[in-house]
């Protein structure tokens, strides 16, 4: 069974801080999603990284593949309350169609 | 900027009834998925629908669920008789055709289904 675990599970930061979210597998993935998620609403795609060591930034976030292809980081400077929710992490697996999700990060950024 | 939309937002049903929950993907794109979220829990894939035939299907996936395309946009999600533990937010989700590389899907708001 190909896992994804994310950590931390929660965190709370004050506007400005920095932080790095982690997602880790055992298993080997063709790419790698990640997702925000806001309460009642459907994942919504922010990066797709595919090559081992890949680095990709999207204004204050900052995504890295691991070399092995087997884990994920998002790293955001300067958070602001806009960023606050549900971080996902979704790996694409080799010969398979479908995503397997990671167990989440829930981030609150306050003023 | 395309998007999938579902209806309805939010179906409630009594236990044992049918619910066909509806999707419409985004155009150009030709997989299908749909994926479920039991309140709290992590996003789990049910099955995968590709040139009008399911292509993967997870376990939770079983006699009771069915998919069909019935025209070309829409992309349904039939429960023949709903359990309790059939409560859960559905997500369809679309892709445009696979690159060689990644598997790239955009999901829609979900469908909030709740079985009394």
């Known amino acids: 069974t190909q896992l994804l675990e994310q950590s931390p599970q929660f965190l709370s930061i004050q506007e400005g801080e920095n932080l790095t979210v982690y997602c880790n597998s055992s298993?080997?993935?063709?790419?790698l999603q990640w997702y925000r998620q806001e309460p009642g609403e459907g994942p919504v795609l922010l990066v797709t990284?595919?090559?081992?060591?890949e680095v990709k930034k999207l204004k204050r976030l900052t995504f890295q593949f691991g070399d092995a292809r087997k884990d994920s980081s998002l790293h955001i400077t300067a958070a602001q309350p806009g960023d606050t929710g549900l971080y996902l992490c979704a790996g694409d697996p080799y010969n398979t169609d479908k995503l397997i999700f990671g167990t989440g990060t829930r981030l609150q950024v306050f003023p | 900027e395309p998007e999938v939309t579902q209806t309805p937002s939010h179906q409630v049903t009594q236990m044992g009834q049918e619910v066909i929950l509806r999707c419409v993907p985004i155009?150009?794109?030709?997989?299908f998925y749909w994926y479920r979220q039991i309140l709290g829990q992590k996003v789990e894939f049910l099955v995968s629908?590709?040139?009008?035939?399911?292509?993967?299907k997870s376990e939770i996936f079983d006699d009771q669920f069915s998919v069909e395309r019935p025209d070309g946009s829409n992309f349904t999600l039939k429960i023949r008789s709903t359990k309790l533990e059939d409560s859960a937010m559905y997500f369809c989700?679309?892709?445009?055709?696979?690159?060689?590389?990644?598997?790239?899907?955009?999901f829609g708001p979900g469908t909030r289904l709740t079985v009394l």
């Open positions: 298993s080997v993935f063709s790419s």
């Open positions: 989700a679309s892709r445009a055709q696979m690159t060689l590389t990644y598997n790239e899907q955009f």
């Open positions: 990284v595919v090559t081992g060591g």
């Open positions: 155009s150009n794109h030709l997989y």
């Open positions: 629908f590709y040139n009008n035939e399911i292509s993967e």
